[in-house]
């Protein structure tokens, strides 16, 4: 199984609307790919399903519980500065190494997407990642 680093923002839209972000949720969700993520990327999560798309914080925190459940979770230490001035970005490239992804997924264009290689991970957008695994 393919294992996968989802950035927050592709959790979020995957959650809020239809589309590749969707699919990929529901491809995590329901065990299809391994996905790999940290405390950070959940909490930053959690965060932004409440500020961002009016999801109750209690169903945002159960959302987030049950994606720690079928990921597995890795604490980043900030060992990784790749993008200047922002330590966010930094800690998502950091748990996908650390968890060994083969992919990021991301729809960060102005940041993460440009790097397009880590430490031989991909970083590819959600439709990209669909095509990959053959469901596009």
Same mark, same amino acid.
């Given at each position: 199984?393919?294992?996968?680093?989802?950035?927050?923002?592709? /959790?979020?839209? *995957?959650?809020?609307?239809? *589309?590749? !972000?969707?699919? #990929?949720?529901?491809?995590?969700?329901?065990?299809?790919? *391994?996905?790999?993520?940290?405390?950070?990327?959940? =909490?930053?999560?959690?965060?932004?399903?409440?500020s961002k798309i009016g999801v109750h914080p209690k169903k945002a925190a159960n959302l987030c519980f049950r994606i720690a459940q079928i990921s597995d979770v890795y604490e980043p230490k900030g060992t990784?500065?790749?993008?200047?001035?922002? %330590?966010?970005?930094?800690?998502?490239?950091?748990?996908? /190494?650390?968890?060994?992804? =083969?992919?990021?997924?991301? *729809?960060?264009?102005? %940041? #993460?997407? !440009?790097? =397009?290689?880590?430490?031989?991970?991909? #970083?590819?957008? !959600?439709?990209?990642?669909?095509?990959?695994?053959?469901?596009?």
């Amino acid at each position: 199984m393919v294992k996968v680093c989802i950035d927050t923002n592709v /959790w979020l839209s *995957g959650f809020a609307f239809s *589309g590749a !972000p969707s699919e #990929i949720v529901n491809l995590a969700m329901n065990k299809k790919i *391994g996905v790999v993520t940290s405390g950070f990327i959940l =909490k930053e999560l959690e965060r932004n399903l409440v500020s961002k798309i009016g999801v109750h914080p209690k169903k945002a925190a159960n959302l987030c519980f049950r994606i720690a459940q079928i990921s597995d979770v890795y604490e980043p230490k900030g060992t990784v500065n790749v993008i200047q001035g922002n %330590h966010g970005d930094n800690l998502v490239l950091e748990t996908a /190494w650390i968890g060994r992804a =083969k992919y990021l997924v991301t *729809g960060d264009k102005k %940041h #993460i997407l !440009p790097i =397009k290689i880590f430490r031989n991970i991909k #970083i590819i957008e !959600p439709t990209k990642l669909l095509e990959v695994l053959n469901l596009r």
